[in-house]
């Protein structure tokens, strides 16, 4: 998974126009020293954009869109005019902030292994 993330990464040398990529681990401690594998992981597959979100329950990586059945939705951002009200975009990226600002994201360059994290390879 480290090396997944530090190629991402790479993109700011070899791509710097008008953005960046950032990585962090976001790593939940197990519960009562519990030991049960794929337990209390964020296994969250949703993405955010200025005008929409996507949802969806696949894996991102090509081989999974071929050869798995999986269910997406795409959400446009729609024209709210109550001020009190949020679109599910906007709610959606209210989620991924409070995720990626937690006490439970480790940024990848500044930490080796995180802690709970036995899959680093």
Partial sequence: MRSFLESLGSWN?????????K????????LNDTQIPYTRVNHNKYMVTDKAAYVG???????????????SCIVKKPNITDPDSLS??????????????????????????????????
Avoid at 23 to 30: D, I, L, R, S
Avoid at 96 to 117: G, L
């Fill in 88 to 121: 599910i975009p906007e709610e959606l990226k209210l989620v991924f902030e409070r995720d990626w600002d937690s006490s439970y994201t480790f940024d990848i360059n500044t930490v080796e292994q995180p802690p709970y994290c036995h899959d680093n390879k």
């Fill in 13 to 21: 040398v070899t791509e710097p126009k008008n953005g960046s990529i």
């Fill in 57 to 71: 329950t696949s894996n991102w990586s090509g081989d999974y869109f071929i050869s798995t059945g999986g269910v």
């Fill in 23 to 30: 990585t962090k681990y976001f790593v939940v401690p197990p």
